[in-house]
């Protein structure tokens, strides 16, 4: 039996000309182009402040209010630690340098201790310490950070490390000092600032990178749709891991998200039940909002339910959208689980033929690139009720 085509990861390849790879946001951000998605054989060309005409009167549109924290980190590896300490002077660190060190934080596992990347990784095995500083090398014991590196971590090829702070001091302050927003590798050229790479309404850190859906929203665009009758709720989905990691295998029913922590509030289980009681749709604002509200719906009661707590739910093409109507979302990378979820709601093949139409009309694709919109009648499961 000849495999099914939307279960093997080559069949989500493309060819994208690397000048299509965004490398800073338009300015103003709303005035990036929208490719809006009508029906599965009819779209039209947009720029994303048209989305107040394109929606309609109660519908809600669902945004991830998750903030991008400064995970990027640059040290040493310590050969060896001492404190001299004075009743006369403030206590000093000395060590021997081990060498640069790069840290790129993923998720909080418990107080203090992260799953991370790290660079160089083979120097960094269970027990080594880095030391990250605010001033430099030599600097007062209070300007510098150490932590411990405590285990690998098979499924991402991480690290699991552990920061040792100074008494009455967070590790959000320090990042705050010593950190720096990471910014994905495709982006190579970028003069973007660190707030460009923030949604306006980004307000609960904990993501080492942004959902870039909503990048395209300012606060005027949402007055704008607030007066057209267009109602927003807020879910959290800290962008971990989970949602850039490439998929390795052929058969993609063999891939394993890797799980991120989620939280849709009852407020917001309560507007989508009323929005949907009215006749409204629920309008996803990125494949994180998706992912959030698919994994609340509960299948014993027949209904989304509050939920908070981690979710590895992975869309592909057969997946019975319970939630979510319509979706906004960015141009993804190839073979990627993103261009998978998609690809569940109207169709690889219809999704594969919006890319080449994208790249014909030179759209810019990833974080800062340009965005599609995937009305509720493009959807496959709305041509099947019909």
């Known amino acids: 039996m000849e495999k099914n085509k939307d279960l093997c990861l080559s069949s989500y390849d493309y060819e994208l000309p690397p000048s299509l790879i965004a490398q800073d946001p338009v300015n103003p951000r709303d005035h990036s182009r929208l490719l809006v998605v009508h029906s599965t054989k009819d779209h039209d060309h947009r720029f994303f402040y048209d989305l107040p005409n394109l929606l309609k009167p109660g519908d809600l549109l669902v945004i991830n209010n998750t903030k991008v924290i400064p995970a990027r980190l640059y040290g040493q590896k310590l050969d060896s630690l001492s404190t001299s300490l004075s009743q006369s002077t403030p206590p000093h660190l000395s060590f021997t340098q081990g060498g640069g060190v790069e840290v790129l934080l993923l998720e909080q596992q418990t107080h203090n201790r992260w799953l991370a990347l790290v660079k160089p990784g083979k120097r960094l095995k269970p027990g080594v310490k880095i030391v990250f500083n605010r001033v430099g090398i030599g600097a007062n014991a209070s300007d510098y950070l150490t932590a411990t590196v405590i285990d690998y971590d098979l499924p991402t090829g991480g690290r699991v490390i552990e920061f040792h702070l100074p008494p009455n001091e967070t ?10 927003i990471p910014l994905p590798p495709y982006i190579t050229q970028s003069q973007a600032t660190s707030d460009q790479y923030q949604t306006v309404y980004a307000s609960q850190p904990g993501a080492v990178a942004a959902p870039t859906a909503g990048l395209h929203f300012t606060p005027e665009l949402l007055k704008r749709l607030d007066r057209a009758g267009i109602t927003k709720a807020e879910i959290t989905l800290h962008v971990g891991v989970g949602t850039f990691r490439p998929v390795e ?13 989620i939280e849709v509030l009852p407020a917001v289980v309560a507007q989508i039940k009323h929005t949907k009681a009215q006749g409204g749709r629920i309008i996803a604002v990125g494949t994180t909002v998706v992912r959030s509200l698919e994994a609340a719906y509960d299948p014993i009661h ?16 057969g997946y019975p959208w319970q939630v979510v109507d319509g979706l906004i979302t960015n141009f993804h990378l190839p073979k990627s689980s993103l261009l ?9 093949q219809r999704l594969l033929d919006l890319y080449q139409e994208a790249i014909l009309h030179e759209y810019r694709f990833y974080s800062f690139g340009d965005a599609m919109l995937i009305l509720p009648s493009a959807s496959i499961q709305s041509q099947i009720a019909q």
């Open 171 to 180: 590790l959000m302050g320090w990042l705050s000092t010593i950190g720096q």
């Open 249 to 261: 295998v052929e058969d993609v029913t063999e891939h394993v998200m890797h799980a991120e922590w």
């Open 302 to 317: 027949g209904e989304i339910s509050p939920f908070c707590g981690k979710t590895d739910l992975f869309i592909y093409p």
């Open 340 to 348: 998978m979820l998609v690809s569940s709601l109207i169709g690889r």
